[in-house]
């Protein structure tokens, strides 16, 4: 009898993640895995482009759920995705990171019964105004199996109550998707497009509701970027929630202002992977971003005050600055006379993450 797992992701940081744990699966040929998408990200650039650089098949099942606030948009994977699990009955529904679909996907696993695995699990940015912090904690409650990324999620889920012969410290499935793309997505010279070489430019991401959704945070971390422009030019990828924000607060003139600061559309994974692996420092507050920052030693500035990944800090690569414009431009400064280096990678972000779930769903679900 094959084993079936069920893969659930929607948003573009779980697809960088689901990645490698589909590739390490395909080892075992007793297992069978089904992939969903929820639609969370549906733009081209936002989810089809990242598919095809990260040599994802075909969805088995597109719930086409997205948009929406988050109740809304939570409430319709709910509802698409019970069906779909009625129907395929799997083995265990493996979820990733923090984002809706995965909250979503786990309380529909939970109530029909089925086992759970949270990849990433445990991290902590103990803020509860992020929504994704309220994703993590109720997706490990509800899990069985905890895959995390860093000793101190451990910890996290040790005082959460999670008994500690569930939860497997494997790594970071993003440094093995990663370690396996930058010497191809480097040698696409993306910088080139923009007139720009290698270690000339910086790179500036901003999507994160706390800081995009109201127009004063947005316009004090615009204008705190366009200070960093004028010492180093910054390239902006502006995902959509932004672009869609900056319009509405009439703020779109910005970017087309003769500053150093680069509005560009979002970019596919490789193009962006090799964007920053060629970059002198990042601004950025996405969580992701500042674990790939760590992983390619690019000093990063996190326009958060704080953040799950504990451990960025801790190699000594990345700064948290908040929000203040005064702070990100000192951190910037800073990144840019090479006061910051990373000194170290965390352990087990070796590339070699999802080879060590694979491992332990076998053994848990007899692979063979
Ligand atoms: C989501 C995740 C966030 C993750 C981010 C990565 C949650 C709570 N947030 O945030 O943790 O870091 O993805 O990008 O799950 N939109 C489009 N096209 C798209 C996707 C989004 O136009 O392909 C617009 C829509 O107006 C949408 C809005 O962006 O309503 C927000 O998208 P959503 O998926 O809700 O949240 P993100 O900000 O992308």
Same mark, same amino acid.
């Given at each position: 009898?094959?084993?079936?797992?069920?893969?659930?992701?929607?948003?573009?940081?779980?697809?960088?993640?689901?990645?490698?744990?589909?590739?390490a699966?395909?080892?075992?040929?007793?297992?069978?895995?089904?992939?969903?998408?929820?639609?969370?990200?549906?733009?081209?650039?936002?989810?089809?482009?990242?598919?095809?650089?990260?040599?994802?098949?075909?969805?088995?099942?597109?719930?086409?759920?997205?948009?929406?606030?988050?109740?809304?948009?939570?409430?319709?994977?709910?509802?698409?995705?019970?069906? /779909? &699990?009625?129907a *395929? =009955?799997?083995?265990? +529904?493996?979820?990733?990171?923090?984002?809706?679909?995965? #909250? !979503? @996907? %786990?309380?529909?696993?939970?109530?029909?019964?089925?086992?759970?695995?949270?990849?990433?699990?445990?991290l902590?940015s103990?803020?509860?105004?992020?929504?994704?912090?309220?994703?993590?904690?109720?997706?490990?409650?509800?899990?069985?199996?905890?895959?995390?990324?860093?000793?101190?999620?451990?910890?996290?889920?040790?005082s959460?109550?999670?008994?500690?012969?569930?939860?497997?410290?494997?790594?970071?499935?993003?440094?093995d998707?990663?370690?396996?793309?930058?010497?191809?997505?480097?040698?696409?010279?993306?910088c080139r497009?923009?007139?720009?070489?290698e270690?000339?430019?910086? /790179? &500036?991401?901003? *999507? =994160?509701?706390?800081? +995009?959704?109201?127009?004063?945070?947005?316009s004090?971390? #615009? !204008? @705190? %970027?366009?200070?960093?422009?004028?010492?180093?030019?910054?390239?902006?990828?502006?995902?959509?929630r932004?672009?869609?924000?900056?319009?509405?607060?009439?703020?779109?003139?910005?970017?087309?202002?003769?500053?150093?600061?680069?509005?560009?559309?979002?970019?596919?994974y490789?193009?962006?992977?090799?964007l920053?692996?060629?970059?002198?420092?990042?601004?950025t507050?996405s969580?992701?971003?500042?674990?790939?920052?760590?992983?390619?030693?690019?000093p990063?500035?996190t326009?958060?005050?704080?953040?799950?990944w504990?451990?960025t800090?801790?190699?000594?690569?990345?700064?948290?600055?908040?929000?203040?414009p005064? =702070?990100?431009?000192?951190?910037?400064?800073?990144?840019?006379?090479?006061?910051?280096?990373?000194?170290?990678?965390p352990?087990l972000w070796?590339?070699?993450?999802?080879?060590?779930?694979?491992?332990?769903?076998?053994?848990?679900?007899?692979?063979?």
């Amino acid at each position: 009898m094959p084993v079936k797992i069920l893969h659930v992701v929607g948003a573009r940081p779980n697809f960088v993640k689901a990645a490698p744990v589909l590739r390490a699966l395909a080892a075992y040929p007793r297992c069978r895995s089904v992939l969903v998408h929820t639609g969370q990200h549906y733009d081209r650039e936002m989810s089809s482009v990242l598919f095809a650089d990260l040599g994802l098949p075909d969805p088995d099942e597109h719930l086409g759920a997205g948009g929406g606030t988050h109740a809304g948009q939570t409430a319709e994977v709910m509802v698409r995705l019970e069906p /779909v &699990l009625l129907a *395929h =009955r799997p083995d265990l +529904v493996v979820v990733f990171g923090d984002v809706n679909s995965t #909250l !979503a @996907a %786990a309380l529909v696993a939970a109530k029909l019964g089925l086992p759970i695995a949270h990849v990433e699990a445990g991290l902590r940015s103990f803020d509860r105004t992020m929504p994704e912090e309220i994703n993590r904690v109720v997706t490990d409650l509800l899990a069985g199996l905890h895959f995390t990324p860093t000793a101190d999620a451990d910890d996290n889920l040790r005082s959460a109550g999670i008994a500690a012969d569930r939860v497997h410290l494997v790594g970071n499935v993003m440094a093995d998707t990663l370690l396996g793309a930058v010497a191809e997505a480097r040698a696409r010279r993306v910088c080139r497009r923009w007139g720009l070489d290698e270690g000339g430019y910086g /790179v &500036l991401t901003l *999507h =994160r509701a706390g800081n +995009v959704d109201d127009p004063a945070t947005l316009s004090a971390l #615009l !204008a @705190a %970027a366009a200070r960093v422009a004028e010492r180093i030019p910054l390239v902006f990828p502006v995902h959509p929630r932004t672009r869609l924000r900056m319009a509405e607060s009439g703020l779109a003139p910005l970017l087309g202002a003769p500053t150093g600061l680069c509005a560009v559309e979002p970019l596919g994974y490789l193009d962006f992977v090799g964007l920053l692996a060629g970059a002198r420092l990042v601004l950025t507050d996405s969580g992701g971003v500042q674990a790939e920052s760590t992983i390619v030693g690019v000093p990063c500035v996190t326009l958060r005050e704080r953040t799950e990944w504990v451990v960025t800090v801790e190699c000594g690569g990345n700064q948290l600055a908040g929000t203040d414009p005064d =702070r990100v431009l000192a951190c910037a400064e800073r990144a840019l006379a090479g006061a910051v280096a990373c000194h170290s990678r965390p352990p087990l972000w070796d590339g070699r993450a999802a080879k060590r779930i694979a491992a332990v769903l076998a053994r848990e679900l007899g692979l063979g």
